[in-house]
């Protein structure tokens, strides 16, 4: 089977639009994530080896070299997340008849909902560091590139926030308190942190833009 990432445009948005429950909101908050990091990259290549922009090379290739690493895990987790959902759906397709495979049914769902989870905790982490990105940049890179990277710090956050509900939709379904009390707090520090940071980020691009906060 070919991997979501693999496919074209047209085919995977037309999949994401299909009657099934995968590829879901998740893969879609990871893509536009990647599509974040993709655009740190672009502006970081749109920047070196400019000569007003020498005194931020290191830092750029530094930055560069983040972004992709950061782009390449959201491209791969549009396919882990779809693949977690599908675990979920195996967990409750296990036999209950007897009480053994009652007591493997449910540690089986208890574990693939931790993965439901862990999947898209992932890919919020990964998008609040590509907006660390977009803020570690703005105002070093090339001028004419400054939506772009307004653009980036936008897919970045709506990937963040994507992601988050994919952690809170499915907490309620995993027993253990503490785990899903300490999820619940990181989800809200991290959305909370990727919002100043877009923030701030879309404040010095509308100044140069020329556009209203």
């Known amino acids: 089977m070919t991997l979501l990432k693999d496919r074209s445009l047209e085919d995977f948005s037309g999949e994401l639009a299909a009657a099934s429950a995968a590829p879901g909101g998740g893969s879609a908050a990871a893509l536009s994530g990647a599509l974040g990091a993709a655009l740190v990259s672009m502006v970081c290549r749109l920047t070196l080896g ?9 830092e750029l290739k530094e930055v560069l070299a983040l972004s992709e690493d950061l782009r ?14 599908g675990m979920v759906m195996e967990a409750f397709a296990l036999p209950r008849q007897t009480d053994e495979e009652k007591v493997v049914r449910r540690e089986a769902i208890q574990k693939a909902f931790r993965e439901a989870c862990e999947s898209p905790r992932k890919t919020s982490l990964w998008c609040l560091d590509v907006l660390r990105l977009c803020a570690r940049v703005s105002g070093k890179v090339n001028v004419n590139a400054a939506s772009d990277l307004g653009v980036g710090a936008n897919q ?21 308190e503490e785990y899903t009390d300490h999820l619940r707090e990181e989800v809200e520090e991290t959305e909370e942190e ?3 940071l877009k923030a701030g980020v879309l404040r010095e691009v509308l100044a140069y833009i020329g556009g209203a906060d």
């Open 50 to 58: 400019k000569k007003e922009y020498e005194e931020y090379e290191e």
């Open 72 to 85: 390449k895990n959201l491209v791969n987790a549009v396919d882990v997340d779809a693949a977690a959902y």
């Open 194 to 196: 990727g919002r100043i």
């Open 156 to 176: 970045a956050l709506a990937g963040l926030e994507g992601a988050a509900m994919n952690v809170l939709i499915n907490l309620p379904s995993i027993k253990d």
